[in-house]
């Protein structure tokens, strides 16, 4: 009788995405919120914006939120070449 050895994960595959460049400082800089619209997800974003306003001397800053926690962001070029760092926060 012959064994076959199966690997529920499938095939793993890795590939290499270096993380974006960090800007030097974060004075001045504009910093993006995205919202995932879970509960206390806006409650995070807050004190991050709260935080960093403090601490970091961030500009300006936009923000998006999903209609439903499920759907992808309504990001847009516009919301990308105005942002300088973005942070995302996931509610629950």
Not at 26 to 49: C, H, P, Q, T, Y
């Amino acid at each position: 009788m012959t064994r076959i050895l199966v690997n529920p994960r499938g095939v793993f595959r890795r590939e290499e995405n270096p993380i974006a460049d960090r800007p030097k400082t974060l004075r001045g800089k504009i910093l993006g919120l995205i919202d995932n619209s879970k509960v206390n997800a806006d409650v995070f974003l807050n004190r991050i914006e709260k935080l960093m306003g403090e601490t970091s001397g961030i500009g300006r800053v936009r923000r998006i939120r999903k209609s439903v926690a499920g759907t992808p962001a309504p990001f847009t070029e516009d919301f990308f070449a105005r942002c300088d760092v973005a942070v995302n926060a996931f509610g629950d």
